[in-house]
Every structure is written in C-alpha cells, then in structure tokens.
C-alpha cells in the first residue's frame, strides 16, 4: 500500500522498519520537529527522523496539522492509508478523512484499558499482569475508534517500563504489517466505553517515593518509572534514581535500610522492596552490589 507514517519516538521505530521491510510504498514520513536535548541544548532529531535518514525517505516535520498548507502536503501524498505510532500530534477530522483507508493507531495497550500517552507506564504502576498491542481504526476522540488487531502480552514480576516498551515495539511492527495485509478480512470492533480507562501522562510530583506506602506499590512505581522519569528518594541528602526493584521479606521503619550489601533492601510501611538498579545523578546506571560499593550505605539508615 502507498502509506504516510507518523511517529516520533523510539517506540514507533520497529514499526517504520517492519513496514518498510514487508514492501510498502512509504510515501513520507511525518515526526515531530527536534527538540533542544543534552547538555548544549542542541536541536536533535527524533528516534523517527534518525530512523527516516537511514531508510532514505521524505520526512515532514510540522508544528501541528490543523493549518491548510499542513493538511494540503498530507493530501498531496496520496495515501491509501496512514500509520500512526506515537505521533505526539492530535489529527483533525480534515486528515483523517483524506486516505480512503482510513488512519490506523498502534497502541501499548489492550483497548478500552489505558488509553491516553502513558499507558505502559500506567500497566506496570497499576500491577497489570497483562498488556499488549491494538491496532486501532483512528477517529475523533482519545484512542477511542474501534480496534481491528490486539494481541496480548504477559508483564513479568520484575518487569519495568522500559523492558515492556520494547517488547510492545516490536510486536506493534508486527501486528501492523498483519493488520495491513489482512485488511480486507478484519472487522472493527468498537471498544466498549464501560471498561475504559485512562494513561495521563506522568508527573513529576509521581517520582519520589513515600516509604509509607506498601512494598507492592512502591516495587510498581520503581519498575513503571524505570527508565523514565525513574522513581528517586534521597540517600545521605542525595538524590538517587531507583531503576528497578523486586518484593522482599523484611520490616522495619518505612524507608529504613535492612540490608547493604551485596543486596539493597529497605523496609517500606508493609514489607520491603530490594532495589536491584541504582543511579546517582551524572553517573552511569548500575546494579546494586556495584552502587554500594562506590556509595557506602549503612543497615539501619533512613532513605527520604
């Protein structure tokens, strides 16, 4: 099919190259403009246009898609059909209504369940013990147009968002490449708005972790912040990333470290949390036995 992709960030990466390799005429691809990032404040192009570079194709990067000159190169293109993987931007009714097959959406999610920009994120915080993929047929509203294609996929125990995110990438290049191909034989079905539940996007005031909550939700904050934003509480009056986490046997005073050394383990208002990945600001990510190491923490301390 002659298609328009659109996509910006890593998570729509597999998704262009999985099209890309089943055939598919790529007409243009549309990403988000770069974005000032690193230490100078460079413009750098998204995960997408780096991508787009490699693959030799038209790339647009549009500071919205309401205006007619916007609308007009997206008519232009001729498209049969559009792919969009995390855009970033919100189509207008004038868009979705230009490829004769319609615009598809690859969610992280299992629709109804966790529509909006987090839902990974949402899974894992929420203790899911299921995620997956839908291939959705885009209207008007937030991911509520009917769904063509899901498949589901387990959340390990010790499963952080970062993990999941990839594996839900892949299987969303996959499950696009399927939906296109058997297009003619799939029904819509439209998503029962009684089981709908939203993914906000995350805040920062959702970072630090309070001690007093039971170990289940704090093991969930760790791993579905994990890698971004990355859950944080203070050691010795400096702040710490904690990037991932398991349950453990243990109590004490919340935030009161039980072990420290090889392993992590800090009581919590029920229970404890064994912190297996650490990261201190400017330094690289690493495993407990090696953050402790370089970082001495004494049984017996108060984390913050």
């Excluded at 996007?201 to 970072?207: C, L, M, N, Q, V």
């Amino acid at each position: 099919m002659r298609l328009v992709f659109m996509g910006t960030p890593d998570f729509a990466v597999p998704a262009l190259s999985a099209l890309h390799e089943a055939g598919h005429d790529i007409a243009a691809v549309f990403t988000r403009p770069p974005r000032p990032a690193g230490r100078g404040r460079r413009p750098r192009p998204s995960p997408v246009a780096r991508k787009v570079g490699e693959l030799g194709l038209p790339v647009f990067t549009p500071t919205g898609l309401r205006d007619e000159e916007a609308i007009g190169l997206f008519r232009d293109l001729r498209p049969e059909a559009a792919v969009v993987a995390a855009y970033g931007l919100i189509l207008p009714r004038a868009v979705l209504e230009i490829p004769p097959g319609g615009c598809l959406n690859i969610h992280a999610s299992l629709l109804p369940r966790w529509r909006g920009a987090a839902p990974i994120h949402r899974a894992i915080m929420a203790g899911d013990e299921v995620s997956g993929i839908s291939i959705m047929q885009m209207d008007e509203g937030l991911d509520t147009g009917p769904v063509l294609l899901a498949e589901a996929v387990p959340i390990g125990p010790e499963e952080t968002t970062g993990e999941l995110h990839d594996r839900l990438a892949a299987l969303g290049g996959r499950l696009i490449v399927e939906a296109l191909a058997r297009r003619d034989d799939l029904e819509p079905v439209p998503q029962d708005e009684d089981r709908a539940t939203y993914a906000p996007k995350i805040g920062k005031e959702e970072a630090r972790v309070d001690w007093a909550r039971p170990a289940a939700g704090i093991d969930r904050q760790i791993r579905g912040l994990s890698p971004f934003p990355g859950a944080w509480s203070e050691i010795g009056g400096e702040r710490v990333k904690f990037l991932g986490s398991r349950l453990a046997e243990g109590s004490g005073a919340p935030g009161e470290v039980l072990e420290a050394g090889p392993t992590f383990k800090v009581a919590a208002g029920e229970g404890a949390v064994e912190i297996t990945r650490l990261q201190r600001a400017g330094r690289a990510a690493m495993n407990a036995e090696e953050f402790l190491r370089g970082f001495p923490v004494r049984p017996g301390a108060r984390l913050g």
